[in-house]
């Protein structure tokens, strides 16, 4: 480039010339070309070939751009340019077609068809993975392609972040998607069953368990003696439980077996992964409510070893991970939800106490109470869903009832007492339980979810506490509430039962495409400011204009 002189009055407008240059082609390896082209052909053709070839006129002289801009004129057609990009720039629909973002351009493998639910399956999860990894060839000729900034998501198979899920995902089940965010998996279908079908359901299981709990003890309780219920109810209760329990066990092993990332992703989930610790709770609890025509006199110790031994693997590795302070420590990840994985200590208390070993129910209640009291104060202090709650979704906030209720009660199985502490855990729960049941805006409004069979299990607990509690100070106020919780549980119990049937196989929406498990690793679209580069280059361009516009100033009074 050329620059114009300066002078006093050139520094209003500050002129360059810009030159347009162009590489010149050399026609030598042409001519090579030709000549090896004409060696190769054939003599039948070579009249054809030989034909007086015409010279190609020499390229027209170059127009040299020599046109002088404004500095400023420059920058705003670089702005213009900037929003002429910002409109253009490809907006990520939200359709799940692309498979969170990998169209045809910068895909690597994944194919773009219509319902391709292949990348959660099982064997093929890691074959195609193997097979679509790019090779080093391919990573050094478009490096673009791996960058994180193009939008392409790392393997699906590798495990979502805690905060990922927080960030994408709203509502205490964190089952809903934020709208700015984009999933694997296409909306707009119908998604396979097992998909579909999350681990929460195992929530029906252990309101009904509870259920045949709750029902045994009214028919063989001195306070509810005068009520006459026949143990039939317990029996029908227990067998309705222990069927849906071996139903919903079955189509979830068929789960892992054929869509095994689905349930890696529920584990990872810092929701569901409570809800991993229900089977085993369930167990115990049709242990616990095994009918008197049916149960011996004593169980069998191997019964609690069988169950609360794949409880406390789990439960090592999830405490594990709330003390290590790390991605999932507790204050992260802590949610209503949460509290499935203290009660099982408490129920696993009270089954070690019945089948006769004291000194393991008074290890796990210690174990239990530890963890629920840090569990609670976390809770209390803030929940990790800081916008508003959706209403149909408040039930799970019952959870906070069922840990200290079964608290209670194991520590009155363990010392044969309702004593002091047995009475404070007690109370505990009956004011947390009042405290939701007086907010009745909780309740309007809703639409039926599976979420609501979470309130049927601490409903219960505090229902057996309660009884419990009447046949230690028995009166008539005691037994009145005793009898108004057990009521309003089985009630809250049947409406649900009745809906679920009808949800599952009347209106066929009872369970819609599970959203959650289909998010992406990373956010694919990220928001930048507008102009920013623009914008800076044109401040800088007036700062140095400003500057040499001072410098030239000064010049001139020094010559003058």
């Not at 480039?1 to 590489?23: G, K, N, W, Y």
């Not at 964190?174 to 296409?186: A, F, R, S």
């Not at 009904?208 to 709990?213: G, I």
Request: hydrophobic letters at 40%; proline letters at 5%; one cysteine or more.
């Amino acid at each position: 480039m050329e620059r114009t002189a300066t002078s006093p009055t050139s520094l209003e407008t500050h002129f360059v010339d810009i030159h347009e240059v162009l590489l010149e082609e050399e026609d030598d390896d042409d001519d090579e070309e030709k000549k090896g082209t004409n060696r190769r052909v054939d003599k039948a053709d070579h009249k054809r070939l030989n034909r007086p070839i015409k010279v190609r006129d020499p390229k027209r002289p170059h127009r040299g751009l020599n046109r002088q801009v404004s500095l400023e004129t420059g920058f705003s057609v670089l702005l213009n340019r900037e929003s002429k990009a910002k409109e253009e720039k490809r907006v990520l629909s939200r359709s799940g077609r692309s498979f969170g973002g990998f169209d045809s351009a910068n895909r690597i493998g994944f194919e773009g068809r219509k319902g391709d639910f292949s990348i959660f399956k099982t064997k093929a999860t890691l074959s195609k993975q193997n097979s679509l990894l790019p090779s080093r060839k391919e990573r050094e000729v478009e490096p673009q392609r791996t960058d994180p900034s193009s939008g392409l998501d790392e393997s699906v198979n590798q495990s979502v972040p805690a905060g990922r899920y927080f960030a994408a995902l709203r509502g205490p089940e964190l089952d809903q998607v934020k709208e700015d965010e984009d999933i694997l998996l296409p909306k707009d279908e119908k998604w396979p069953f097992l998909l579909r079908f999350p681990i929460g359901c195992f929530g029906i299981c252990l309101g009904l368990s509870s259920q045949a709990v709750l029902w045994r003890a009214l028919a063989t309780s001195p306070a509810t003696k005068f009520l006459h219920i026949t143990p039939l109810i317990n029996l029908g209760l227990w067998l309705l439980a222990l069927a849906v329990l071996i139903s919903v066990s079955f189509t979830y092993i068929l789960k892992c077996i054929f869509y095994f990332e689905a349930v890696r992703r529920e584990y990872f989930h810092p929701v569901r992964v409570n809800f991993f610790f229900a089977p085993w709770v369930v167990c115990m609890f049709l242990a616990l409510g095994l009918p008197p025509m049916l149960a011996p006199k004593t169980l069998h110790p191997a019964i609690w070893c069988i169950f609360m031994a794949p409880y406390f693997v789990l439960e090592l590795k999830i405490y594990g991970q709330w003390l290590s302070g790390g991605k999932r420590r507790l204050c992260k990840v802590a949610n209503p939800s949460s509290h499935l994985s203290v009660v099982g200590n408490f129920v696993g208390a009270i089954l070690a106490s019945k089948v006769g070993w004291n000194e393991a129910a008074k290890f796990l209640w210690a174990v239990g109470f530890a963890h629920y009291l840090v569990l609670f104060v976390t809770l209390y202090q803030r929940l990790p869903t800081s916008e508003a709650l959706p209403k149909e979704l408040h039930p799970v906030y019952s959870m906070f009832i069922a840990a200290p209720s079964a608290a209670s009660l194991a520590w009155q199985t363990i010392y044969q007492e309702f004593d002091g502490l047995s009475r404070t855990c007690y109370f505990i729960a009956l004011f947390l339980y009042v405290s939701l049941v007086v907010r009745i805006n909780f309740f309007t409004g809703f639409k039926f979810s599976v979420a609501w069979w979470s309130y049927t299990f601490p409903m219960t607990t505090a229902s057996v506490a309660t009884i419990k509690y009447a046949e230690e100070v028995p009166s008539v106020l005691s037994k009145g509430l005793a009898l108004t919780l057990s009521f309003m549980s089985s009630a809250m119990v049947c409406v649900l039962f009745i809906s679920t049937l009808l949800h599952a196989f009347v209106w066929h929406t009872l369970f819609p495409n599970d959203y959650a498990i289909a998010i992406t690793k990373r956010r694919l679209v990220k928001e930048k400011k507008p102009f920013k580069k623009a914008y800076d280059i044109k401040r800088w361009t007036k700062q140095a204009l400003t500057t040499k516009h001072n410098s030239v100033n000064k010049d001139s009074e020094k010559m003058g």
